[in-house]
């Protein structure tokens, strides 16, 4: 009788456990979507991210090597990664500027700087991207501009 009893008991403790599992999977699925959801969307920022520097890059290379030419610059900018809605603004700017520890501080061409030397040919170049959210997030406005700027000596 007492066995009759434990196998009984074994059955009813089974049978109450069987749909564990699947509630359990159910319970965590919608937490592991938003969680892969997520990981996509940084990747994607990411990604396009890195292609806002290295166009940035590109129109730095383009600068050193044929001077300094906005049009050419913002067109060695633009085209550089292939990356759709990507634009050099503000335009390519040329000044003179000292070199400091903390950057360049520009001053007037004909100025000379704190160490006596005189202040050299510099371009400031910028590169801009709107960016849009893979999957819209329950109508939160998400679209941000990745930026990037760089500062290259021209002489």
């Known amino acids: 009788m007492f066995r009759v009893w434990i196998k009984r ?3 009813l403790k089974r049978r109450a456990e069987s749909g564990t599992a699947a509630l359990e999977f ?14 996509v969307e940084l990747g994607f920022a990411m990604y396009e991210t890195m292609q806002v520097y290295n166009s940035v890059e590109a129109g730095v290379l383009y600068a050193s090597k044929y001077g300094f030419d906005s049009a050419g610059i913002s067109a060695a900018v633009v ?14 700017a040329q000044f003179c500027g000292c070199p400091q ?13 704190a160490d006596g030397s005189a202040p050299g040919q510099y371009a400031r170049i910028h590169a801009a991207l709107p960016r849009q959210t893979v999957l ?4 939160l406005p998400l679209p941000a501009t990745l930026t990037a700027q760089a500062i290259t000596r021209l002489n």
């Open 9 to 11: 008991r074994r059955e």
């Open 26 to 39: 159910g319970l965590t699925v919608p937490f592991l979507l938003l969680f892969l959801m997520a990981v």
């Open 79 to 92: 085209y550089a990664t292939g990356t759709q809605g990507l634009t050099a603004s503000p335009v390519p």
């Open 101 to 113: 520890t903390g950057g360049v501080s520009a001053v007037s061409c004909g100025a000379t700087c």
């Open 136 to 139: 819209p997030y329950f109508n």
